[in-house]
């Protein structure tokens, strides 16, 4: 098994390609252990000293370091992937997945048609882009003409993030929605 790595706009994040599909649909983010008690991968990656998190998409894996040098993190990571893709375990577990619940959204009822279009442009537009750069952006809500987003992996903490949420991302939701006014990160 060969998994290679990329660098993200964020220097904290490295992104792990396994060369095989990591998780079929969805995304799953942890941040510590009790976050990662689902799944055993995430659970290892987390207690390597130096990781802060984890973050799971469609073909790739994004680790979150803390502190320490990539150089010398970077082996025991490919290690625990390596062993993972190995075993044959599951990614998360079963009760992992039932246990799962999609993040609520909130908007007001009058809003469903802007809100579709939001969601269509995020879907088309901006998240296969954020995805590889190794992370997710999600829709949350709108309201008063302000849209929330929750970014996730590699964009969670990005220093170029703000400025993909206000420069990027607004400009292209406002250019198709006057009704935008502006992105929010929630």
């Not at 998190?53 to 680790?63: A, E, L, P, R």
């Not at 010398?72 to 044959?88: Q, R, T, Y």
Request: one cysteine or more; glycine letters at 10%; charged letters at 20%.
């Amino acid at each position: 098994m060969f998994i290679q790595t990329e660098t993200t706009p964020n220097p904290d994040t490295l992104k792990f390609l396994p060369g095989r599909i990591v998780l079929e649909q969805g995304t799953f983010e942890a941040r510590n252990l009790s976050e990662a008690e689902h799944s055993p991968l995430a659970g290892r990656i987390l207690s390597i000293p130096g990781i802060a998190g984890i973050f799971y998409g469609y073909d790739f894996i994004s680790v979150t370091k803390s502190d320490g040098e990539w150089q010398h993190l970077k082996p025991a990571i490919l290690g625990a992937i390596m062993e993972f893709f190995l075993s044959g375990s599951p990614l998360i577990s079963a009760a992992g997945i039932a246990a799962e619940q999609p993040e609520e959204e909130f908007f007001d009822e009058q809003d469903t048609e802007v809100v579709t279009t939001i969601k269509q442009l995020l879907d088309e537009r901006v998240r296969p882009a954020v995805a590889s750069d190794g992370g997710d952006i999600t829709f949350r809500g709108f309201r008063d003409g302000v849209v929330y987003l929750s970014m996730k992996g590699a964009c969670s903490g990005c220093p170029s993030s703000t400025a993909t949420l206000k420069h990027g991302i607004q400009n292209l939701l406002r250019h198709y929605l006057p009704d935008v006014s502006s992105v929010e990160a929630v």
